[in-house]
């Protein structure tokens, strides 16, 4: 009866909260301003309904695919059901949802930069997060020939890939767009002709659109501990899972706060 699903749960619980919380937060700071709907404000509802769907699909893994109970005690009915929502649709959804947000963070340095070169870097790293789910989802989807060899192995001919490899190493392209979303900032902030004090607010603004870096990482370094119980394994995993495009969503809402705090403070 040993189970970890309630942290899952718990998980799911307070990051869908916080996110609704952070993105009713955004409009109400953009209604204070008068701002109209743009292309950052779309990023952030399509990421609301990715990461809901990721939380929907984490609870029926829980409640039909036996996540968080050890293996050996989960039915085989349950465990294709496992594999089928941990090894296909909680990836594909990570994907577009860690993408999404930082799609708007983009958009809001667009509105910022004015030079060619900083511009066309933000393109650059906008190419890359929309193309990424566009490679990456057929991938997941189709880890096994056939699709159906991932839950039955009895299957003559069947194969996967290092599917190991595909979770591994599938966030490195977010690692590495989240450094480039970090770095791309700093020279428009040290060129600037004003105060230390001004540039130390600018920066910490900036950084702020990057502190899913941290968690990206995380979540890199846990994929590479040995899984001899998936079902087991599968709460900490997806648990990051739900996290990092939680963080990078509440990221790019903070970037709109000024006009709302300015608001609560005077």
Not at 41 to 49: G, H, M, Q, W
Not at 198 to 203: A, H, Q
Not at 213 to 218: C, F, V
């Amino acid at each position: 009866n040993e189970s970890s699903a309630h942290v899952l749960i718990a998980t799911v619980a307070v990051f869908f909260i916080l996110d609704i919380i952070f993105v009713a937060l955004r409009f109400w700071s953009r209604r204070i301003q008068r701002t109209k709907f743009q292309n950052d404000d779309f990023f952030v509802i399509a990421t609301l309904v990715v990461i809901t769907g990721t939380c929907i699909t984490s609870i029926y893994s829980v409640k039909r695919g036996g996540v968080g109970r050890h293996l050996q005690y989960v039915p085989k009915q349950e465990r294709i059901q496992w594999l089928k929502a941990v090894f296909i649709a909680v990836p594909s959804l990570y994907i577009t949802s860690a993408s999404l947000p930082k799609l708007a963070v983009i958009c809001i340095y667009l509105k910022i930069f004015v030079g060619r070169v900083s511009r066309l870097c933000c393109w650059t790293i906008a190419f890359i997060l929309a193309i990424g789910p566009v490679i990456t989802v057929p991938i997941i989807v189709f880890q096994c020939t056939p699709t159906n060899y991932l839950w039955d192995k009895t299957i003559p001919g069947g194969h996967c890939f290092n599917q190991a490899h595909m979770f591994r190493y599938g966030s490195l392209p977010n690692i590495i767009t989240d450094v480039a979303i970090l770095v791309l900032p700093m020279p428009l902030i040290w060129n600037l002709h004003t105060s230390a004090k001004v540039k130390f607010g600018l920066l910490i603004t900036f950084l702020i659109g990057s502190i899913g870096l941290i968690t990206s990482i995380l979540r890199f370094v846990a994929f590479f501990t040995p899984i001899t119980d998936g079902t087991w394994a599968a709460v900490p995993l997806t648990c990051w899972v739900i996290v990092e495009p939680s963080i990078y969503l509440v990221a790019a809402c903070l970037l709109t706060f000024k006009p709302l705090l300015r608001y609560l403070v005077h």
